[in-house]
């Protein structure tokens, strides 16, 4: 009787232990099968490091990460090779995704070349440490220009250009140092026409760099001042009314001027 038992249990212990193994399997083959999501997804590169202004892409700056496609907009790259030897036109935080509008293309000649907007130009202005906003103008801060005149016995302050970009202070491109620097010329980002407008204005007086709010609308808001209402000439009449005189028992009426 004991050895049916003992026979019985060691059956069953048998039967727990090939059941063990046969699930402690299924899930390890589960764990090793390569992931397939629901969604469809892409692969997408992004900063594998943060990269300043003006920073050329080499490949220890991207990595590839896998995104739901849903979600990725349509101007990023999907292959780190497009990216290599292009430049930053802005400050890029680790795991940002690259897009076509946050880089420049592949450009001949020196990295601030690369740099200018299409159409655009690059312009710099000889300043000291007042006209330089005491050394705190940095690369990708907007201004405002101001140019001096003499005439006669005074002299007059005009805004000539508005919202201006830098593109680099003497010749640093990209920086992420705070610290006032004193520099000796800025490099501004023109149209051709504001570049014609300010090489003439610094012929004919004194320029001043007023620094601005980046997010600072363009056009500040105006009142409208009230047009004076116009005159009319209404020619004066003469007034009149009737007097009624009562002479015994005679009654006349009679108009009498006022």
């Not at 500040?220 to 028992?249: H, L």
């Amino acid at each position: 009787m004991v050895k049916r038992r003992t026979v019985a249990l060691l059956c069953f212990s048998m039967f727990l232990a090939a059941g063990a193994v046969w699930i402690a399997n299924n899930w390890l083959k589960v764990k090793d099968a390569p992931y397939q999501p629901d969604v469809e997804v892409v692969n997408v590169v992004v900063a594998a490091m943060d990269v300043p202004y003006g920073q050329k892409f080499g490949k220890q700056h991207l990595e590839i990460v896998v995104l739901p496609k849903d979600g990725v907009p349509e101007d990023v790259f999907y292959d780190a090779s497009e990216l290599e030897g292009q430049v930053s036109k802005v400050d890029l935080l680790e795991g940002d995704i690259l897009r076509k509008e946050r880089v420049s293309a592949k450009l001949e000649g020196t990295t601030l070349a690369s740099m200018i907007a299409l159409n655009m130009r690059a312009v710099t202005v000889r300043v000291n440490d007042v006209i330089g906003v005491a050394g705190f103008l940095l690369p990708g801060n907007y201004v405002d220009v101001l140019a001096s005149k003499r005439r006669g016995g005074g002299s007059s302050v005009e805004t000539i250009l508005r919202k201006i970009k830098v593109l680099a202070v003497d010749q640093i491109a990209g920086t992420k140092k705070n610290d006032p620097v004193v520099v000796r010329a800025v490099t501004l980002e023109l149209t051709p026409k504001q570049a014609e407008t300010i090489v003439k204005a610094q012929e004919d007086g004194r320029l001043q760099l007023a620094l601005r709010n980046p997010v600072e609308d363009l056009e500040q808001p105006t009142v409208a001042k009230a047009k004076p209402a116009k005159r009319k000439y209404v020619p004066k009449r003469t007034a009149s009314t009737s007097v009624t005189i009562i002479r015994g028992t005679k009654a006349e009426t009679v108009k009498v001027k006022l």
